[in-house]
């Protein structure tokens, strides 16, 4: 039985591994080959409060992997994150537990992110350089570094955008460590016309994303809109895309930014094409440097299997260290 | 955060005080106060197994918990449990993750035990002491440490039948630190007409106990029949029982003994009366010492919330013990 606490988890982090693992989760996924039953769901309206349970499994893998979150939005104003969670990895063979991953929601906003990155490289134009992020949470410091080590032939420049100018400078202070390109802006439009990829990651139920702002050739990766209700991109953008790529077509039926554009009957569900397929060419992602692409990403199950997978594998190889006072705390 | 492994747990086990809680949870389930979102389901078909994913939250409560309990009938073929599984209590206000229970099962078969025990205690007729436990798995072993313990005022007498004798005589043989009264019965038919209460614990898909062997008088805790397909009782038993009493009404519906019964049209759902409301008197359970009842009992995650809640109050204690070598196992 592997026991791991958060510290643990993030010392074991490997983005380009996590990455790979995570791309043939998504072929798995639009190959049929993942068992993903409905996601589990039970709200606390009292706290403002929600647990989804998400679990699934790939076709021939030795374990499977159930994945416990929890968002309490009444949380920040007592200083504690609104994010949390927990994994369970079990054989696939005996039903034995055999690791607990106490990530503490860390597992979910690495996989998010490396799933923006892993769209946002396959889909962006040629020489695509300049990244607009959209929001100040975790998810926009994560997103910057996934594209930061998953881009490594292109030296990106990042610009943060934030309702609080003052937020979005703490990204920025918070990743000076990093070495990479990093500034604040505070003109939305100016930013988004002036750069080739927009990530966004807010959990906004309005668009912030004027369809004006975005020219040709520009590339989206919408991470924010990952439940019903959530909207960060104006739904004229939406429909002007040239390529729409989601995670998954049967959720982003109903969750995500495409979701709206659907509804509004602006956009058609056979156009959504799969990220899976992509990856694996059965479907054309951006054909021509003048086209706008979006991928709509509400987050997937097969995602959280590959994470707990990279995990557990690189602590059986020894790459972890397992401090007993960490997993009494 | 409390981390237990499955020695602790049973070392924490306290039957009279989960007895108490639970009770309380079939009341408060019947009052409609449980919020018990859809069982999650996934199945492995390659190695006969499933996964269960039981959670919810009883209002006011400041935790909810997540039982996640899996069933591999390969397992025995190579000395293996084919049951296992985990709880985790998680905070209501915050999302926090405060528990996790290694129990591999045994909270499932005590919960299971106790709510069978409670039925009993509940609706037998006065006097009732013979008891007939038909089954030699697990199940059957606590079925009869649990009405011994729950019914302290009678002096119950097992007679434990099984398709194998060896095993029933195992059960007996494993029993017998208790100081019970426990002996191996092989003509079923025999002891089913000269007890007060039969229980039965099989995870058959045929009826085993025939309509004609229930005297009046009898009552049956029927606990096997907890996923639909399974059937323990003769179709003509259950429709010529005098009180149906199950756990849940809406779950009994497509599971258990009474469904079978409801689908061939011998029973009306409506008659079925929920345990809670007859442990609330709200409505009658045995009326006469010579009607016939039964419960029909499949499991519902109020009864896992309500073990969980148990095991933690008993740990927070100080009850229990937390040796190191044991997490590490």
């Not at 594209?147 to 100018?165: C, I, K, N, T, Y």
């Amino acid at each position: 039985m592997i026991n791991l606490a958060r510290q643990q988890i993030e010392a074991l982090m490997d983005y380009d591994q996590a990455a790979r693992l995570i791309e043939d989760a998504y072929r798995a996924t639009s190959l049929g080959k993942v068992n993903l039953p409905p996601v589990g769901h039970i709200v606390f309206p009292d706290h403002d409060g929600d647990c989804h349970i998400k679990y699934g499994h790939v076709e021939g893998d030795p374990v499977f992997v159930i994945k416990v979150a929890t968002g309490f939005y009444g949380n920040a104003a007592n200083g504690l994150p609104s994010g949390n969670g927990i994994s369970l990895v079990l054989c696939a063979q005996t039903g034995a537990v055999t690791a607990v991953l106490h990530d503490e929601m860390c597992m979910t906003d690495f996989r998010t992110a490396i799933g923006g990155a892993i769209a946002t490289r396959l889909l962006c134009r040629t020489g695509a350089e300049r990244i607009t992020v959209v929001g100040t949470g975790v998810q926009a410091r994560r997103q910057i570094e996934a594209h930061a080590r998953l881009m490594p032939d292109r030296q990106p420049e990042f610009q943060v955008w934030g309702r609080s100018a003052e937020r979005a400078a703490l990204v920025v202070d918070e990743l000076s460590d990093l070495g990479l390109s990093v500034v604040v802006t505070e003109d939305l439009e100016e930013a988004c016309r002036s750069s080739d990829i927009v990530v966004t990651t807010t959990a906004s139920t309005t668009p912030i994303i004027q369809h004006d702002w975005i020219l040709p050739g520009t590339h989206i990766t919408a991470v924010g809109a990952d439940a019903p209700g959530k909207q960060e991109l104006d739904t004229r953008l939406v429909a002007k895309a040239d390529r729409l790529i989601v995670d998954l077509r049967s959720q982003c039926r109903d969750h995500g930014e495409v979701a709206t554009a659907v509804r509004a009957g602006v956009v058609d569900a056979d156009q959504l094409v799969e990220l899976g397929d992509v990856l694996d060419r059965r479907k054309p992602g951006r054909t021509e440097d003048d086209q706008i692409t979006i991928a709509d990403l509400t987050g997937i199950a097969a995602q959280d299997i590959a994470m707990a997978q990279m995990v557990v594998a690189a602590f059986e190889d020894g790459l972890g260290i397992m401090p007993e006072d960490v997993l009494k705390s």
